[in-house]
């Protein structure tokens, strides 16, 4: 069983920025593609980016631009670094670890870490 532990989160004001790590327990991470996801109260949770194994990366489009999904697999660590933030971007982040690329299920997930952007 693959444990998640986010942290990084907390209150922010608009224009600035957080960055959001995640550690994995165990020895498989660098097999594993990582994803951010976020929910908003009364929201689906969305996919806002990943980055697979090979550490190639996609991006929700309403944060492209803004945010940068990294990894080091020395420290089974994922990153989320989020810049020019907006009030549209409070929310609960997640992180997931999957062996589907497209994210269409996911083995296992963190749980949470708020992030509130004040305007």
């Known amino acids: 069983q693959v444990q998640l532990v986010e942290s990084g989160g907390g209150l922010v004001q608009a224009g600035g920025s957080l960055r959001l790590s995640c550690e994995a327990s165990?020895?498989?991470?660098?097999?594993?593609?990582m994803g951010w996801f976020r929910q908003a109260p009364g929201q689906r949770r969305d996919l806002v980016a990943a980055?697979?194994?090979?550490?190639?990366?996609n991006y929700a489009d309403s944060v492209k631009g803004r945010f940068t999904i990294s990894r080091d697999n020395a420290k089974n660590t994922v990153y989320l670094l989020m810049n020019s933030l907006k009030p549209e971007d409070t929310a609960v982040y997640y992180c997931?670890?999957?062996?589907?690329?497209?994210?269409?299920?996911?083995?296992?997930w963190g749980q949470g870490t708020q992030v509130t952007v004040s305007s």
């Open positions: 980055i697979l194994r090979d550490a190639s990366t």
């Open positions: 997931a670890a999957s062996t589907s690329s497209n994210f269409s299920w996911a083995f296992s």
């Open positions: 165990g020895r498989a991470f660098s097999t594993y593609h």
